[in-house]
């Protein structure tokens, strides 16, 4: 089965302007979380949506935000961007339907670099 | 303290022997717990996962898991040069699907 899709890989984008991220999960995977991964902080989560709905939030900024549509697809936007977004994100799907095995399975990811 | 804490390593080890990793976190009520690789430029893959008290073992890999102490742990036996990378310890939050991340350890295995 195909697995995590996230596009760009790539993105070079300046101070202050907004950018939109893109994850297609696992079919049949309803949960869609968002990590930021940089050298220093490691993974940080940022969000999770399952069945359109934001379920959990992490502690960033409102200049963080994103949705999920019906057919599992999510997007991450962050505007007003900022030197220290610069960083690897990752989204993580999985089914979130709870359980003692419902691990996550990570896209490539995309290296945003603002300059 | 941090919810998901690792030796940020670098943990060097000669070819053939074995790593052990070592995790602990701090929510008693945390019922799931992953090993995940990532090698340099690339996203996480996962390699074990361990929910029950014990060792559970796949392969070269040995998942260690002790909820009374909050510790998990994973040994690889017989190191090659391949398994240098970053190892993540991630623990899943019993109230919701949130997954959190150590830092992760840095291992290189030396030929």
Redesign the interface.
């Known amino acids: 089965k195909a697995g995590v899709t996230q596009t760009p890989r790539y993105l070079i984008k300046t101070r202050g302007q907004q950018v939109t991220l893109s994850c297609s999960p696992i079919s049949g995977h309803r949960?869609v979380?968002w990590?930021q991964q940089t050298p220093g902080?490691?993974?940080q989560?940022l969000f999770?949506y399952?069945s359109e709905t934001q379920?959990?939030k992490g502690n960033f900024p409102g200049r963080f935000s994103g949705r999920q549509f019906s057919n599992s697809r999510s997007e991450m936007n962050v505007s007003t961007l900022e030197l220290g977004d610069s960083a690897l994100y990752?989204c993580?799907s999985?089914l979130?339907q709870?359980g003692?095995?419902?691990?996550?399975?990570?896209?490539?990811?995309t290296r945003l670099t603002v300059v | 303290q941090k919810e998901v804490e690792q030796n940020s390593g670098p943990l060097s080890v000669p070819e053939g022997a074995i790593a052990s990793l070592n995790c602990t976190y701090s929510d008693r009520g945390s019922?799931?717990f992953?090993w995940?690789r990532q090698y340099s430029g690339?996203?996480?893959?996962?390699i074990m996962?361990i929910?029950s008290n014990g060792d559970k073992e796949d392969g070269r890999f040995t998942a260690q898991l002790n909820k009374a102490s909050q510790y998990v742990s994973l040994l690889i036996r017989d190191s090659q040069p391949s398994d240098s990378a970053t190892y993540?310890c991630?623990v899943?939050s019993p109230n919701?699907?949130?997954?959190?991340?150590?830092?992760?350890t840095r291992l290189t295995v030396k030929p």
Do not use: H
């Open positions: 949960s979380s990590y902080q490691g993974l989560f999770e399952f379920r959990n990752l993580a999985s979130g709870g003692e095995y419902d691990g996550y399975t990570f896209g490539s990811g | 019922q799931s992953f995940y690339k996203s996480p893959e996962l996962f929910y993540l991630a899943k919701n699907n949130d997954m959190r991340f150590g830092a992760g």
